[in-house]
Protein backbone atom coordinates (compact mmCIF):
# COMPACT_ATOMS: atom_id res chain seq x y z
CA UNK A 1 0.00 0.00 0.00
CA UNK A 2 2.67 2.82 0.80
CA UNK A 3 4.33 1.63 -2.62
CA UNK A 4 1.41 2.64 -4.35
CA UNK A 5 1.27 5.92 -2.46
CA UNK A 6 4.61 6.34 -3.53
CA UNK A 7 3.79 5.78 -7.20
CA UNK A 8 0.60 8.08 -6.74
CA UNK A 9 2.43 10.66 -5.15
CA UNK A 10 -0.05 10.08 -2.23
CA UNK A 11 1.04 11.19 1.06
CA UNK A 12 -1.60 10.44 3.01
CA UNK A 13 -1.86 6.76 1.65
CA UNK A 14 1.51 6.39 2.70
CA UNK A 15 1.33 7.92 5.87
CA UNK A 16 -1.90 5.35 6.68
CA UNK A 17 0.03 2.09 5.30
CA UNK A 18 3.15 3.25 7.79
CA UNK A 19 0.40 3.72 10.27
CA UNK A 20 -1.11 0.15 10.00
CA UNK A 21 1.96 -1.72 9.81
CA UNK A 22 3.02 -0.11 13.17
CA UNK A 23 -0.51 -1.03 14.72
CA UNK A 24 -0.26 -4.49 13.53
CA UNK A 25 3.42 -5.07 14.79
CA UNK A 26 2.04 -3.35 18.06
CA UNK A 27 -1.02 -5.21 18.52
CA UNK A 28 1.23 -8.38 18.05
CA UNK A 29 3.91 -7.32 20.74
CA UNK A 30 0.82 -6.77 23.38
CA UNK A 31 0.28 -10.38 23.02
CA UNK A 32 -3.02 -9.94 21.05
CA UNK A 33 -2.10 -12.84 17.93
CA UNK A 34 -3.39 -15.36 16.12
CA UNK A 35 -3.49 -19.05 17.02
CA UNK A 36 -0.66 -19.75 14.11
CA UNK A 37 1.61 -17.19 15.38
CA UNK A 38 1.00 -18.08 19.13
CA UNK A 39 2.22 -21.41 18.68
CA UNK A 40 5.26 -19.96 16.93
CA UNK A 41 5.91 -18.19 20.40
CA UNK A 42 4.71 -20.60 23.08
CA UNK A 43 5.01 -23.91 21.11
CA UNK A 44 1.66 -26.39 20.65
CA UNK A 45 0.19 -25.87 24.00
CA UNK A 46 -1.83 -23.08 23.89
CA UNK A 47 -5.11 -21.95 25.01
CA UNK A 48 -7.67 -19.34 23.30
CA UNK A 49 -8.11 -16.15 25.44
CA UNK A 50 -4.84 -17.04 27.16
CA UNK A 51 -2.26 -16.69 24.29
CA UNK A 52 -4.04 -15.92 21.09
CA UNK A 53 -7.27 -14.53 19.22
CA UNK A 54 -10.13 -15.83 16.83
CA UNK A 55 -9.31 -13.78 13.38
CA UNK A 56 -12.04 -11.55 14.35
CA UNK A 57 -11.10 -10.50 17.41
CA UNK A 58 -7.70 -10.34 16.56
CA UNK A 59 -8.99 -7.66 13.45
CA UNK A 60 -11.07 -6.27 16.31
CA UNK A 61 -7.96 -5.38 18.20
CA UNK A 62 -6.05 -4.13 14.95
CA UNK A 63 -8.99 -2.21 14.51
CA UNK A 64 -9.27 -0.75 18.15
CA UNK A 65 -5.57 0.10 17.99
CA UNK A 66 -5.71 1.85 14.42
CA UNK A 67 -8.44 4.17 15.80
CA UNK A 68 -6.81 5.47 18.55
CA UNK A 69 -3.45 5.70 16.45
CA UNK A 70 -5.19 7.96 14.03
CA UNK A 71 -7.03 9.74 16.58
Known amino acids: MAFRGKLDNNQP ?3 FAN ?3 AVC ?3 V ?3 KMTKD ?3 CVHGNKVNHGE ?3 YTE ?3 EAIDENLKKKLA
Open 51 to 53: HYL
Open 57 to 59: EFL
Open 19 to 21: ALE
Open 25 to 27: IET
Open 29 to 31: EEG
Open 13 to 15: LID
Open 37 to 39: LAV
